[in-house]
């Protein structure tokens, strides 16, 4: 059992099994008992539910982290929880735009949503691995990541996001002009077979796949965001790693819920803008001030106020709002 004590990214080895088992012990009871049937329309009421169950154990699973490494490290992972939980309202908003345009059903989306974050686990544990390997070896980068973070921040509150032109994702281009691609769905299938232009049976993807590689490829994106953020919050790998999946793990109920009231967040663009721009700043205000580190329970306190801000902004501006999107005004 010696090997349960080894380090793993400055972390016990079981700390990682734990987390791990944890997780598939969470994703078992979702597919097997929660939705043993596939096909399984998930309601508002339901997903709040889940994201609520979600919530509570991404924030009970920061006493974990206090009984084992102190308060620092737990308030550095309550801001990412927090900070990711609240970056992935935009991964929710392009994921209603890929399956409005491919006219998937509410009772095959789960199917697609779940199979897409077994794929977010792994990516981002690639991701991650390797930017604690760059940050451990190459300290500096984290001022690259500061940067970024800023000037992402600045070019969201100014630019705006723009338009999400899913027809014309060159993605979809690539997949469509090499691969068997079926114009319809079948059910809540990925792949069929079906007669070719010969006659011959061979397997086509159908466009509930395609809208999973669309929905990967933008949590790839997003992570090019929220990945820097939060190793400019705390370079442990361990608390990066599980604030995001376990931000992650309620993406699915949190779709479900948000997907249908989204235009009652116009505003909250604003408040994610400043909170990048905030989060990019805190290692130049350090160095500034002379602290070794930016005091966590400062930055979790501040991370709570501009959001909470762009929440309850937005829900008052907005409170009129009936049906559509309400952009916010120029």
Known sequence: MEFLFLLFLGKPMWMWLLFITLVIALLAFDLGVLHKDGNHEIGVAESLKLSAMYIVLGLSFSGFVYWQMGWTPTAQYLTAFVVEKTLAMDNVFVIALIFT???VPRAYQHRVLFWGILGVIVLRGIMIGL???IVASYSWVLYIF????IF?????????DGEHDIANNPVLKFIRGRFRVTDELHGNRFFVRQPDAGGKMVRYATPLFIALILIEIAD???AVDSVPAVFTITTDPYIVYTSNIFAILGLRALYFALAAILHRFAYLKYALSLLLVFIGSKIFIADAMGWEKFPPSWSLGI?????????IFSLWKTKEAKDGVVKPAE
């Open 152 to 160: 992402t921040g600045i070019k969201m509150l100014f630019v705006g």
């Open 220 to 222: 790839l994106v997003f």
């Open 146 to 149: 500061a940067v970024f973070l």
């Open 131 to 133: 930017g604690a390997t």
């Open 303 to 311: 991370t709570f106020v501009i959001l909470a801000a762009g929440v």
């Open 101 to 103: 345009f491919f006219a």
